[in-house]
């Protein structure tokens, strides 16, 4: 077979996303300049949230919110294992130690029960990721994180444009990561975001992204900057951000599309014995980044059912294999026994091709090729 092969996640680039790209390079700023704040502007409207920082990955993003925190070093925060694995990197930039927790057999998303059980003196922060664009049990977070005065982060890399009980993402815990990876809702290029409600969250997050240099002379320097927190470069360009604002304008064609490619899936396999598609739970809205089926371990294993799809020249994924089994990770000494349900689904689990230029033909195709490898 020569045919192409069909990726799990792909950009919609546009001639206008193009033309708004090459006007900022004929412009007077490339980076700095005025399309950052659009850009934030825009994206802070969209999630319905006062403030929005833009920077250059989501894994910047990320960085930047826990070193918001200003954590001291040794502090625990509790994530999911089952997640990319920036979601608990950040953790170990900022000095502090991840902690997982299991995830919810159904949602996939990490389970508040389990998080109860992980919680020590030394608990600082929640870092929750809503998997493959459905967020999780918001309320159950929020209730533990008040009971043990703990930060939330909200890592909504897969879930812009997604709602928790008709709200939409963005302000629900202290500060919320977006990615605007091309395989994401919109893209940059690479890039990300923070979002808050939080004034003090959202002065810092500016710090951070540029060194945590302050323009405005501090006490002990007189004249020009002063350095008050340890940041990075993770500024975004101004062209970058062109192409976020034209992006993001399609936001609710590219969320529509993506919805129609799920609804296309779930009636299409509901028929074909050996593959369960993905739960949804009635208090949300589901963004759709990631559509997972589980494979039937009775009918095939995983394995032969990727590299049967794969020889059809589909593209498909594993999201994800869990953090704690990655080869840097064994210094800490987790254990998978400790995580049966991430263990039990990541090992079922593929990811089909979802993203909104993805033809109804190929949808056939993916389908076909489904029921074509779900044989002993
Ligand atoms: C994509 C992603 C990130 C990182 O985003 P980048 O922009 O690639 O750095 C973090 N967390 C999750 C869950 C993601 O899917």
Known sequence: MNQKSIPYG???????????VVEVLKSDYLTTGPK????????SNYV???HAVAVNSGTSALDMAVG???LEAGSEIITTPFTFVASANCALYNNCKPVFADIDKRTYNIDPNQIRKKITKKT????YVDYAGQPCSIDEIKEIAQEHDLYLIEDACHALGAEYKGKKIGSFADMTVFSFHPVKHITTGEGGAVTTNNEEFYQKLKLLRNHGIDKTPGERVGYGYD????GRNYRITDFQCALGISQLKKMDLFLKRRKEIAKVYNDELKGIFGVMTPYVAPTVRHAWHLYPVLVDKKITTRDTFFERMRANAIG???HYIPIYRFTYYS?????????????????????????PKLTDRELECVVEAVRKSLVK
Do not use: C, H
Request: glycine fraction near 4%; charged fraction near 25%.
């Open 124 to 127: 600082k922060a929640i870092i």
């Open 68 to 70: 918001a925190l200003e």
């Open 36 to 43: 950052v704040g659009e850009f934030e502007t825009a994206l």
């Open 331 to 355: 210094r800490f000494g987790f254990k998978s026994a400790d995580y049966p349900n991430t263990e039990d689904i990541s090992s079922s689990i593929v990811s089909l091709p979802m993203f």
């Open 227 to 230: 350095m008050k927190m340890l």
């Open 316 to 318: 498909v994924n594993v």
């Open 10 to 20: 792909f950009q919609t680039i546009e001639e206008d996303d193009i033309a708004a």
């Open 48 to 50: 319905e949230t006062k």
